[in-house]
T-cell receptor, first 112, second 117 residues
Framework: GESVGLHLPTLSVQEGDNSIINCAYS??????FIWYKQESGKGPQFIID?????DKRQGQRVTVLLNKTVKHLSLQIAATQPGDSAVYFC???????????FGTGTKLQVIP | GAVVSQHPSWVICKSGTSVKIECRSL??????MFWYRQFPKQSLMLMAT?????????EQGVEKDKFLINHASLTLSTLTVTSAHPEDSSFYIC?????????????FGPGTRLLVL
């Protein structure tokens, strides 16, 4: 059921600054990772993905870094804008399995 | 990108009634769809994997007789919450898997907010 008092970790960033959102994963068999953005009351929106044979991938204003040694994933957003305010989830998938497992999420607040 | 829709976007119902939520892939065919539930300030939790033409695969702890899933066509999956209770109030999100060669991408619907009184 619904949990009372549970708060997402929040990252507050000044508009124009760079944001770094971190994620730790536990399944060493995961070989595909995705970052999603979820705005309030909406479904998740794909941002960027990375396969385990890579350690960095860049998109438009976003970069994902993967460190398999410590099972850590990060999303970097350059020149953060108010429209970037949302909850960001990392998700992982392991080979042979279709389902995607979501992490806990981080709320990004952009201060104008 | 591909579009997934859900209907209704929100629903309020009385305790004990059943509610059906539809998930449609609008511009692609999806043999596999997924149903998630999300409580406030929490992550998405996978409830079940819906396979076209076969029975859904439920995650541990999800009651298959309470959450009925029907994937009757390549573009439609439905989730029916039977005998809904207030604790079933949540945000239900579906996703559809698009396959293009070896590439598989999940596209998410906008979600359905269910409030059970």
């Amino acid at each position: 059921g619904e949990s009372v008092g549970l708060h997402l970790p929040t990252l507050s960033v000044q508009e124009g600054d760079n944001s770094i959102i971190n994620c730790a994963y536990s399944n060493s068999a995961s070989d595909y990772f995705i970052w999603y953005k979820q705005e309030s009351g909406k479904g998740p929106q794909f941002i960027i993905d990375i396969r385990s044979n890579m350690d960095k991938r860049q998109g438009q204003r976003v970069t994902v870094l993967l460190n398999k040694t410590v099972k850590h994933l990060s999303l970097q957003i350059a020149a953060t804008q108010p429209g970037d305010s949302a909850v960001y989830f990392c998700a992982e998938k392991s080979g042979g399995y279709q389902k995607v497992t979501f992490g806990t999420g981080t709320k990004l607040q952009v201060i104008p | 990108g591909a579009v997934v829709s859900q209907h209704p976007s929100w629903v309020i119902c009385k305790s004990g009634t059943s509610v059906k939520i539809e998930c449609r892939s609008l511009d692609f065919q999806a043999t596999t769809m997924f149903w998630y539930r999300q409580f406030p300030k929490q992550s998405l939790m996978l409830m079940a994997t819906s396979n076209e033409g076969s029975k859904a695969t439920y995650e541990q702890g999800v009651e298959k007789d309470k959450f009925l899933i029907n994937h009757a066509s390549l573009t439609l999956s439905t989730l029916t919450v039977t005998s809904a209770h207030p604790e079933d109030s949540s945000f239900y999100i579906c996703s559809a898997m698009q396959r293009e060669g070896p590439q598989e991408t999940q596209y998410f619907g906008p979600g359905t907010r269910l409030l059970v009184l």
